[in-house]
């Protein structure tokens, strides 16, 4: 199951395998409701705890709720952050409570599990073959270009995360990151893509949207911020939703967004 939150402008999913472990990509944070992403899975589908914790990158707008996810599910058992960044980077003034969260999360993982127990092996996740990369920091870079990028694939769909990744970040990541990614594009029947920074213009990369090639993409961002570039409304292959070809879904009009996807390739989805 994957599930798209509404956080407006920031980015949360969460990733239920089929073995019942829980990913966590990104940790936003809706400041206009009380509703938490994280005590919504807690009480409502019995999760206290979480395998595998991905920040794509330490932008506020993806890092805002993580107290509220250290409160309700615990320490991740698997943390994956882009380490390469500097203190500065990844913590700002260190102030804030999820800088302080994050920094003492940053600095207590330093172990990558065996592969045994690591929640990207398909024999111990339930299946689900799941490949990440990312830039190292550098100067001149810039943060967003770091996003740590995770492709999601079972039963023949694919979900792709890129985090706020950039075209000038893309077209730098794809050389070392295509002999894991590109197998899993060829494989997919169907192709998801969560749109890199909200669907801006900014984020948008005709060489990302001709590979990626998604039949749908989601946009997470809340209205009153900059407008979704409708390249990636327009662009997309489509996809059969309730009996109508959907090229794009957005938080801002539908909501979260849940796929189910089975072991027979069979999927549904809903919006709230």
Request: net charge negative; hydrophobic share 30%.
């Amino acid at each position: 199951m994957f599930t798209l939150w509404d956080v407006g402008h920031g980015l949360s999913i969460w990733i239920s395998t089929p073995n019942g472990q829980n990913h966590w990509i990104d940790a936003g944070k809706n400041n206009d409701t009380d509703f938490c992403p994280a005590a919504h899975v807690k009480n409502n589908y019995g999760v206290d705890e979480l395998d595998y914790l991905i920040i794509s990158h330490p932008d506020s707008d993806h890092l805002h709720n993580l107290p509220n996810i250290i409160k309700h599910l615990g320490r991740p058992k698997t943390l994956r952050r882009n380490s390469s960044l500097p203190d500065r980077e990844k913590y700002g003034e260190g102030t804030l409570e999820y800088q302080k969260i994050f920094k003492q999360l940053d600095k207590d993982y330093t172990h990558t599990p065996a592969w045994e127990k690591n929640p990207r092996n398909p024999d111990y996740n339930g299946g689900v073959t799941v490949k990440a990369d990312n830039l190292s920091w550098r100067d001149g870079i810039g943060i967003n270009n770091t996003s740590i990028v995770m492709f999601y694939s079972y039963a023949g769909w694919l979900f792709v995360c890129p985090g706020d990744v950039e075209e000038a970040g893309w077209n730098e990541l794809w050389p070392q990151a295509k002999k894991d990614f590109q197998p899993l594009l060829d494989a997919a029947e169907y192709i998801i893509l969560v749109a890199p920074h909200h669907g801006r213009s900014s984020g948008y990369c005709k060489e990302m949207m001709d590979t990626v090639n998604p039949h749908l993409v989601l946009i997470s961002d809340k209205y009153g911020k900059e407008p979704t570039d409708s390249k990636f409304r327009d662009n997309p292959q489509s996809l059969l939703l309730d009996g109508k070809m959907t090229k794009f879904l957005s938080t801002k009009t539908s909501g979260r967004i849940q796929f189910s996807v089975h072991s027979d390739g069979k999927a549904s989805y809903s919006t709230i």
